[in-house]
C-alpha cells in the first residue's frame, strides 16, 4: 500500500501570507496526486488534479507542484476564505489519503 | 446541477448492519465510476470503495474488506455501500464521489455526507 505524509500537521499564517504544504508518497506515484480543501461540516472539494492543473473555478493563487515521491501545494496570497484543512491523495494505485494539514489564523 | 445525495446513515449496534444509498442526478450516472470515502469524527479522509461503471469491478479497502459491499443500479442513478458487521471503528460520515474521467481518478463530485454512528 502507498502511504502518503502531509507536512506540517497544523500551520498558523496570516492573511496575505505564502503558505506551503508538503506532501511525501511512501513509493512513486508519477503525477497522480491531488489537493482538497475541506472545511467543518463539509465535503472536500478538489482544487488541484494530475499535481499541478488547476481544477475549473479554483482562483489562481493556489497551485501544485512535484513527482515522484515529492509534491506540494503553495497559497500564493492567503485569503480569509483559505482557512480549512488540505488534503493530499494519491490515485497512483488505488487511493490514499495524506493525514491533513490545518491551516489556522495567526 | 451535478449533485450526490447520500442517505442511509444512523446508529447501530456493534455487529449489525446498514445499507448507504447515493443518489446521483445531472450527469451520466451509467458512464461514471464511483467511490465511497469516510471520514471519522475528527479525522482525515479514507477511502473505503470503488465501482466500475457497470459493476463488474470493485475494490476495497484492507479495514471493510469482507464485511461491505458496494453496488450500483444504473437504471435507478444509484450507487449503494452494504455494511455488515459493523464495528465502533466504522463510525464516520460517508461520502460518495465521481472520479473526473477514466483517465483522471481525482474526485471531483462529492455528496454531503450521511452520518455512521456505531454504539451500544
Known amino acids: 500500500d502507498i502511504q502518503m505524509t502531509q507536512s506540517p500537521s497544523t500551520l498558523s499564517a496570516s492573511v496575505g501570507d505564502r503558505v506551503t504544504i508538503t506532501c511525501r508518497a511512501s513509493?512513486?506515484?508519477?503525477?497522480?496526486l491531488a489537493w482538497y480543501q475541506q472545511k467543518p461540516g463539509k465535503a472536500p472539494k478538489l482544487l488541484i488534479y494530475?499535481?499541478?492543473f488547476l481544477e475549473t473555478g479554483v482562483p489562481s493563487r493556489f497551485s501544485g507542484s512535484g513527482s515522484g515521491t515529492e509534491f506540494t501545494l503553495t497559497i500564493s496570497s492567503l485569503q480569509p476564505d483559505d482557512f480549512a484543512t488540505y488534503y493530499c491523495?494519491?490515485?497512483?494505485?488505488?487511493?490514499?489519503f495524506g493525514q491533513g494539514t490545518k491551516v489556522e489564523i495567526k | 446541477e451535478v449533485q450526490l445525495v447520500e442517505s442511509g446513515g444512523g446508529l447501530v449496534q456493534p455487529g449489525g448492519s446498514l445499507r448507504l444509498s447515493c443518489a446521483a442526478s445531472?450527469?451520466?450516472?451509467?458512464?461514471?465510476?464511483m467511490n465511497w470515502v469516510r471520514q471519522a469524527p475528527g479525522r482525515g479522509l479514507e477511502w473505503v470503495s470503488y465501482?466500475?461503471?457497470?459493476?463488474?469491478?470493485?475494490y476495497y479497502a484492507d479495514s471493510v474488506k469482507g464485511r461491505f459491499t458496494i453496488s450500483r443500479d444504473n437504471a435507478k442513478n444509484s450507487l449503494y455501500l452494504q455494511m455488515n458487521s459493523l464495528r465502533a471503528e466504522d463510525t464516520a460520515v460517508y461520502y460518495c464521489?465521481?472520479?473526473?474521467?477514466?483517465?483522471?481518478?481525482?474526485?471531483?463530485?462529492w455528496g454531503q455526507g450521511t452520518m455512521v454512528t456505531v454504539s451500544s
Open positions: 464521489a465521481r472520479p473526473q474521467d477514466s483517465q483522471n481518478y481525482a474526485f471531483d463530485i
Open positions: 445531472g450527469f451520466t450516472f451509467s458512464s461514471c465510476e
Open positions: 465501482i466500475n461503471s457497470i459493476g463488474t469491478t470493485t
Open positions: 513509493q512513486s506515484i508519477s503525477s497522480w
Open positions: 494530475k499535481a499541478s
Open positions: 491523495q494519491q490515485y497512483n494505485s488505488l487511493w490514499t
